[in-house]
């Protein structure tokens, strides 16, 4: 069993920063892909940014493309989301997710491919 817990949201004003922390326990991380997704309220949930388990894979949606970035610590067991040039369109429940792959640089884009998911942290972006 995997626990992930998120840290790091709250709220900015429009162009600002925030960066999102998910720290993970419970079974060796390292072989762990992992992913950022969002809902906003009526909304479905998206994925936002997704890593591979070795850390050198990446993918964005469109919409944070050059604006967020995603990285792992394998030794800290945790995942970062760094979110630069916040917009309101950005307000949502952050949700960071992990699921295991025997693929190093399996990037997994689907939510139903993850298996662990965090409680959610709220980011809220004011214009």
């Known amino acids: 069993q995997v626990q992930v817990v998120e840290t790091g949201g709250g709220l900015v004003q429009a162009g600002g920063s925030l960066r999102l922390s998910c720290a993970a326990s419970?079974?060796?991380?390292?072989?762990?892909?992992m992913g950022w997704f969002r809902q906003a309220p009526g909304k479905e949930r998206e994925l936002v940014a997704a890593i591979s388990w070795n850390g050198l894979n990446t993918d964005y949606s469109d919409s944070v493309k050059g604006r967020f970035t995603i990285s792992k610590d394998s030794a800290e067991n945790t995942v970062y989301l760094q979110m630069s040039s916040l917009k309101p369109g950005d307000t949502a429940v952050y949700y960071c997710?992990?699921?295991?792959?025997?693929?190093?640089?399996?990037?997994?884009?689907?939510?139903?491919?993850?298996?662990?998911w965090g409680q959610g942290n709220q980011v809220t972006v004011s214009s």
């Open positions: 997710a992990a699921g295991s792959s025997s693929k190093a640089g399996w990037v997994a884009t689907r939510g139903v491919e993850y298996h662990y």
């Open positions: 419970g079974r060796t991380f390292s072989n762990y892909y």
